[in-house]
């Protein structure tokens, strides 16, 4: 019998975030990432921007090996060549009359961030709830991507993910990074399964900086303070003062103890006006700065035996793990349910 998999069952039932418009501009532009042992790819190809699983369709190659790129959709085994989803050369004529396509995945977009799901239990709306408006502010001051990263997480995902959603570890993790913002007590708001977490800055000197640059940015009505914003169940979406935002996939890999990890650092419009090199400086320091953060994070997640995670609640909870809960409590949620729905829906068939 076919055990109930709540890690699949998240990742095929939600809308993940996955890249914002600006990132893929031209046609044959794309990105790729890892999930399950399975790709997805975001590929711009016949005026639209369409999501697939990065399998050729005649047996079964990668078809995209790079991150990033722009390419045609061949595939490099025997050269079939699709066009928006569609074989459309490079291969026998049976084929071709077909109408062989790619095995496209659900899109949908909040405003310029695109999402994509495989058999999404709910719309992208719905799913996203009081975050949406949020979302599509911020999505409408992004002019594009300054910086890809992609690192390996040697631990669950739901240990990293808790990671990112509580502040506790920043002063012993990130004393030289994160650390030298001094984020206070910050305030959370819980949306639905998502959640956002807005600290401002003990660092006076740094706020007062911070603040005195955001002019020359894209960054009207942003909040003046350290913005996180947690997209349940994988992503996150991050920004101090809204100078630049970073996107943050941390996608399951196929064995246990082991997550992709995907940032963008979004540079926001640069203001006519701005002296030359503000802009390329401040987007330098914050990629290179989230880089080390996230390294360190990488680091202290590896602690975290593979497997011993549980959505169990926290025995002794900080008042500044009240994300880590809501974050429990919705996986419980949200998996529980379901597994009682499949095992139920087993037995029938087995009746
Ligand atoms: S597997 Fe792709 S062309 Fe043969
Ligand atoms: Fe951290």
Redesign the pocket.
Known sequence: MQTFDATRHLRDRFWHPVCHRSELPAEGDYLRFEWLGEDLVVHHDGGRILAFDNL??????R?FGGDVGNAVAT??????TYRAGRLAG??PEPALACGVQLRELPTAWCADFLFVAIDPAASLQAQLGGVAPMLEDISFQLAGRHDFNRAHYECDWQVAVENALEPDHIGFVHPQSLGKLDLQDGDNAFHGINSVWSAPLGSRSTARRLASISRFFGAQGAYQGYLSIYLFPFSMLSSTFGLSYSMQNFFPAAAPGSTHFTSRLYQTAVQPGAPDGVASTMFNASAAMNRQVFAEDAAVCRLVPAGTWTSEALPWPTAAEAKVEHFRASYRAQTAAQSVAQSVAQSVAHA
Request: a positive charge; proline letters at 7%.
């Open positions: 050729c369709r005649h047996r079964g190659a078809i595939c490099p085994y025997h050269g079939w490079g291969a």
